[in-house]
């Protein structure tokens, strides 16, 4: 089994990003990336907010070029996801995945968060034709159009209003008959003459044409009144989904400190509460939730790892295969107690 200086979980803006710098460093970090490359990016349409590409760029172009600049300085990129580590015994650390193990002397954690689902016919398989659940990244795309909003919080509600900004309306619906937002929030939207909403009532199936020449693909929602039962078809050219986000931490429970929500906490430099074991992007950060901010925590984590790692070099085992004693040390001992 190799001992490698950093192992990356993640492989969205951030996790590249920090593949970027540690490459850089000469650090020849691993990037275990999950079952897809970029994450959350990789299925976004069009990326129109990132500095540098003023004609914009899609999600999938953004992220093969920032694989392909982590490469070029010695990234290692992985496709396989981890199962199982062990941060609780100090460095060096384990990491293990479906096909193989890492033991590494510090940890990038980068794996993201993914927002809650519907779960309804014709929302997965639009996705990035016409259901979002990003306003910020994607609304500049429905311009002049109708446009649905699910959801009663906060976010859904600031959102609705950015949204305003570029459709011609926006319907809110709303699984309860009031907002969960923020008093002032809700006043905003309720005289925003662009938002109507409908009430206690939820989608059931998002509708797009099969026609190729039709961008955004959606046309329609059917919604059902939870409390009548009624259902009725609104047209609409886009469903922006704001029921929440669920950070995918449920490998590092009981291993790295999290708050209530699940998100990894840290420190202003991207460090945790285990020393060597660093966390950037949507796996700590439930507030923005953008590529650039990704990317600029990405670089807060990669320099912070690289700084732990140069100070203790002179505690450091040599790189390379570890032999069987070595690897038995690092196994969780069991207790006598």
């Known amino acids: 089994m190799q001992k490698e ?71 290692r990129i992985v496709m396989d996801e981890v199962t199982e580590v062990d941060f609780l015994h100090g460095s060096p650390f384990r990491v293990k995945t479906y096909e193989q193990e890492f033991l590494a002397d510090s940890v990038i954690v980068t794996i993201g968060a993914r927002a809650r689902r519907l779960g309804i016919p014709g929302e997965e398989e639009n996705i990035g034709t016409g259901t979002s659940y990003c306003g910020t990244c994607d609304g500049f795309f429905f311009r ?95 469903v922006f989904i ?18 209530d929500s699940g998100y990894v906490l840290t420190d202003e430099l991207m460090r945790t509460n285990v020393e060597g074991i660093f966390a950037a992007g949507e796996i700590q950060d439930e507030v923005w939730r953008q590529v650039a901010t990704s990317v600029g925590q990405g670089t807060s984590a990669a320099m912070s790892a690289i700084q732990w790692l140069s100070a203790r070099e002179g505690d450091l085992q040599p790189l390379g295969e570890l032999s069987a004693e070595e690897v038995a040390a690092t196994q969780p001992q069991a207790s006598t107690n």
């Open 5 to 75: 200086r950093v192992v990356i979980i993640g492989s969205g803006p951030a996790g590249l990003t920090a593949a970027l710098y540690t490459g850089r460093a000469m650090l020849n970090p691993v990037v275990i990336a999950g079952s897809q490359l970029g994450g959350q990016v990789a299925i976004t349409a069009d990326v129109d907010n990132y500095p540098g590409f003023p004609e914009g760029v899609t999600g999938p172009e953004l992220v093969q070029k920032m694989a392909e600049h982590a490469e070029k300085f010695g990234a």
């Open 144 to 238: 002049g159009m109708d446009i649905t909003v699910v959801g009663g919080g906060d976010s859904a509600i600031e959102e609705a209003i950015f949204l305003t900004k570029f459709a011609t309306s926006v319907n809110i619906v709303h699984r309860r008959d009031e907002l969960r937002a923020g008093k002032q929030l809700q006043e905003r939207a309720f005289r925003n003459p662009k938002i109507r909403f409908t009430w206690d009532s939820a989608l059931e199936e998002i509708i797009a044409t099969d026609d190729p020449t039709v961008s955004p693909k959606i046309t329609a929602v059917r919604i059902k009144n939870l409390k009548t039962g009624a259902e009725t078809t609104d047209a609409t050219r886009g």
């Open 242 to 259: 704001f029921i929440g986000h669920d950070p995918n931490s449920e490998v590092f429970k009981g291993q790295l400190a999290s708050n």
